[in-house]
């Protein structure tokens, strides 16, 4: 299916979309650090000097050195070394992989829920679509944070300290799907309000679709752009979700950290000077948050869905 | 206009209502009155005329009726850590994050009001640009990480020499960049005056308001930006409007039409989604004040956590869902006397 695939590429080439990216230096370097960033989490296992998650390499003599180019420094170990001697760029590059890991995961969950609420809550309306809603507002009015703190504190409080870090990932990844399911189903309803007007759904009812046929293969499509400008910038949020609940406590252990509980643990050694722990990842998530933003920001512009705004 | 009030009213009440039903199901789920009240020395048979005799053995709904009429009576329990009425613990810790909300809606206020204004009459200009920028990346830096930075610079400081000393410019950009630090970072100091009550204030003394500083400034950097693009896009839609154009139409100075004319109703839903968002700063009190250990609200609740004080999480749960519930209401019912052609649902994160 050669052909297929180059009229497929040719298309896309020809598209509006490759064509604002092309002309964009803003979303062409977004796109490229966000890039390699995701390639040095994936690849962290063959990238990183170090194992963080071995004990076996760690030195608790070489604790607290500062990156290169500063006084003791070691070559060894390019972006110093944190209060138990692990290499820096190491748990950094492995703490990109569990903070986008969790990112990503949080995001598909959410977004599961979010589209199967708002078609129901759009498509059905009348009572699924006043509870569900209402369900959403006051989560909403609540603020996604609150929502994740209160949930992740119960949780630690229910399964106490040592099980929850074993299964923080997961946990993480619930936490903050299920606190921000409403933001995508709100946009999701608001799309499938407008659809489910057009004459294609009355065609399709006609027809004698069933009603799960109608809303998912017919009206879904019509609704992913919205859904996919929100759930770029929902990314970042979940990242930086995760890093507050992380800072809290709440979130990844220190023996298998997110940029989030680096941050947290480079914190208490700050007043004595080795501001390299904590700033040094703090950059990483500042930069990994902002170019999912930046790119969130282009396909909005370019894409200018019918985003619901509250 | 009462249709809607009771609307609202009712909705509260329902609100409220859920939130209490979840607050007891985590107490129920989570603690073992029993565990902290007798040792292990008494046997089960004594334990289980204790359950008994307390009512514990009683169905969910029973136990949560029980622990509604108190909670309306203002009874929450006693705080395990503190051992006394969680209420009471709460009301002490209240007035710091009061105050921390309220030094940080003051720089709020005074700043992105000028900035939202000056970007929407402006939107060329580089300054306008420049601020847009500045809140573009605002919004991706993580409160706790603000906070921090604001230590590292400004209680630590920091000492540059990147550049040649030897020379006038060298040394000049070394100083420029090297920071003083000294501000406090740590806490509410000592010298805090007592207002009424529970209230220790920190807002009349020297030292008490230097304490203020870094922990406001730092809560208000997460809202700014914003409040910033809030006021700009509304001014912007306003200096649209037809009733703008007339005003131009018949020669009236540009600043008595930004200022009079159009700030008037821009400043309408920017002050009704800051009440919701004034809601939602209790959630970065958490963080701002876990780094600055400040003792307020959020400090005592993630405490209580990792003491597994659970009448106090219960309490905090109630009482932060109280003030959301209220606040929210209050906007609504505002901005429904305000401007009755718009049924507000509900307000964005």
Redesign the interface.
Known sequence: MTTATVSRWDRFRESFFWYSFKRDKVAIASFLVLLSMVLAAVFAPLLAPADPYDLAQINIMNSELPPVGLDGADPAFPLGTDAQGRDLLSTILYGTRVSLMIGFGAVILQAALGILFGLLAGYLGGKVDAIL??V???Q???????VA??VG??F???FGNLMFGEIAIYMLIFIIGVAEWP?IA?TVRASVLAEKKKEYVDAAKVMGFGTPRIMFRHILPNTLSPIFVIATVQI?NAI?SE??LS????GMPETQPSLGSL?KSG?DY??S?S?WI??IP?LV??VL??VI??LG?WLRDVMNPRLY?? | MLAFLVQRVSQALLVMFVISVIAFAIQDGLGDPLQEMVGMSVSSEEREAIREELGLNDSFVVQYLRFAGSAIQGDLGNSYFYSKPALEVIAEHLPATLELVIGASLIIIVLSVPIGVYAAIRPQAWLSKFFMGVSTVGISIPVFLTAIVLIQLFSIGVTVNWFPADTGWGQWLNEFFTTEGGLPSYGRGDDLVHLFGTWESGLFTGEGLAHLVLPCVSLASIMLPLFIRLIRAEMMEVLQSDYIRYARAKGLGAGRINFLHALKNTMLPVITVGGVQLGIMVAYTILTETVFQWPGLGLMFLEAITRSDIPLIVAYLMVVGLIFVVTNTLVDLIYGLVNPTVKLTGKKA
Not at chain 1, 140 to 146: A, E, I, V, W, Y
Not at chain 1, 247 to 250: E, N, S
Request: charged share 15%.
């Open positions: 809603m209402r959403a507002d006051v909403l009015s609540f603020s996604t944070l609150m703190i209160i504190a119960v630690k409080a229910s933001q709100r970042a930086i890093a507050a800072f809290l406590g709440l941050i914190f700050i007043q000077g501001w904590t700033l703090g998530l500042v948050v902002l933003n930046l920001d705004k509250g």
